[in-house]
Each structure stands twice: as structure tokens, then as C-alpha cells.
């Protein structure tokens, strides 16, 4: 299975352009089983979803998992989901986080075939203590969760490794984290976006999915990385 993190910068390019079809093509590109979306929601006024479902399933055949209540909204603070096709059982909450922004995450459990995982998708703060508190508190719920493989990722806004980062707090439960570089999209210098697993070995190939297109669409490239539900689910045994 191929999963993916992208945030889409609110379908606004490196070009200043708002352009969702980019976006889409970018997802097309992709070819992952699923994808965690943040900032797919406007910033201002009604914050409306930028993306059309239905345009976005016939180009990519994917299915947006909207979070928010609201209708026109597509996301949890942000926090989107996609799947290829329908799964065969979905079940989400939803999961707010401590700091001076508003931020949240997505829990999913999914089974698409192959067995059921877990996906918590968040956008963390950007203040450092605020990542620590927010890692702190997707880590509380974690624990408090049913054994299941799981995959944490979206943009964590953290690319340091000092005793006091988001990053090592999540070391002990989710492995060390890879550091792929994928901000700013033009020329990336800053591995801001993350996709981690547990258990162990969960997560393969982690890769930046850099193409023209992408640098062109966001200010984030995506994230991928493969994922072998099988020997998870041992290991979880």
C-alpha cells in the first residue's frame, strides 16, 4: 500500500496562483492508496473546501474523506483524508491539540482490503513548545487506543533533532523519524513534512515526490512511503 502527505497550501502555488487542478494533478501523479491533506480548507471568510470531490475521484479515483461537520468545509483544522475507491469500513474522531493556534488531528481506521490500520493526519504548530504539547497529546491518545498498526504523518513544522523537539518525543513509540527535505517546494531545504509507523517497520521507501508539476502547485512537496500491513500485524500480535 502507498501513502502520502501533501500539504497543498491552500491550492496556492509557488507562482501566487490558486490553481486546484495543479493540486489534483499532483494527486494523479501520486498513485497512493491513500493521502493525508492539510490546508485544504480556505483561510478566510466561510474557509470553505477548495477542492471538488467529484472532479477529484473521476481524475484520480480517489475519495475525499470530509472531517468537518460544517458542509463546505473539507477539513479538521485543515487535516483531509483520501482513499482509492470505498473502503471497507472507515471509522474516524477527531482530536484537538493543545497551543496558541487552533490546531487538530484526524484518527481514521480503515480497513481497504487488506486488514484494518490506523491514520492520525496532523499540521502541528509553529511554535516549538506547542509542537512538543501537541505531539504529547497525539501521543496520550495513541496509548489510549487498541493495538493496531498505525501510521502518524502530515507536516509536522519541525526539521531540528535537539533533546527538546517535537521529533524526539515521538522516537520511543514511532522510531526515528527519516529526514526528507520538502519545504520550499522550489528548492526544498527544510524536511518539515513526516510520515512515521508503528510498529516497527511499518514504513518503507520513504521518498519526496519532486516533479515539475509539484513544485509548481504548493509550497510543500508530498511525502510517500510504502507500507506492509502483514508483518505489522504480527509484530502487533
Known amino acids: 500500500m502507498k501513502v502520502a502527505s501533501y500539504n497543498i497550501h491552500k491550492c496556492r502555488g509557488a507562482d501566487g496562483m490558486t490553481r486546484p487542478d495543479r493540486i489534483v494533478g499532483v494527486i494523479r501523479e501520486l498513485g497512493a492508496d491513500v493521502v ?8 478566510f ?85 506547542s509542537r512538543v504539547d501537541q505531539v504529547d497529546a497525539i501521543l496520550a491518545a495513541f496509548h489510549d ?23 524526539s518525543r515521538l522516537e520511543p513509540t514511532f522510531g526515528l523519524s527519516p529526514s526528507v527535505l520538502s519545504f520550499p517546494s522550489p528548492r526544498p ?23 515539475p508539476l509539484a513544485r509548481r502547485s504548493s509550497d510543500h512537496l508530498p511525502l510517500t512511503a510504502q507500507v506492509d500491513l502483514a508483518p505489522a500485524r504480527r509484530i502487533a500480535a
Open 36 to 43: 493525508a491533506l492539510q490546508e485544504v480548507d480556505r483561510r
Open 189 to 211: 531545504i527544510f524536511p518539515l513534512d513526516r510520515i512515521l509507523g508503528s510498529p516497527k517497520g511499518l514504513i518503507t521507501d520513504l521518498a519526496v515526490h519532486d516533479t
Open 45 to 129: 471568510g466561510r474557509r470553505g473546501g477548495l477542492l471538488d470531490p467529484v472532479a477529484l475521484r473521476h481524475e484520480t479515483g480517489m475519495r475525499l474523506l470530509v472531517q468537518s461537520d460544517v458542509s463546505y468545509r473539507h477539513g479538521w483544522h485543515g487535516n483531509a483524508l483520501l482513499v482509492r475507491g470505498d473502503p471497507v469500513s472507515y471509522t474516524r474522531s477527531r482530536l484537538r491539540l493543545p497551543g496558541r493556534e487552533p490546531r487538530g488531528a484526524v484518527v481514521a481506521e480503515l480497513d481497504l482490503g487488506e486488514g484494518k490500520f490506523r491514520v492520525i493526519a496532523a499540521h502541528l504548530g509553529l511554535l516549538r513548545l
Open 145 to 167: 487506543l487498541p493495538a493496531m498498526p498505525t501510521i502518524l504523518l502530515g507536516d509536522f513544522n519541525e526539521w531540528r533533532r535537539r533533546r527538546r523537539s517535537a521529533l
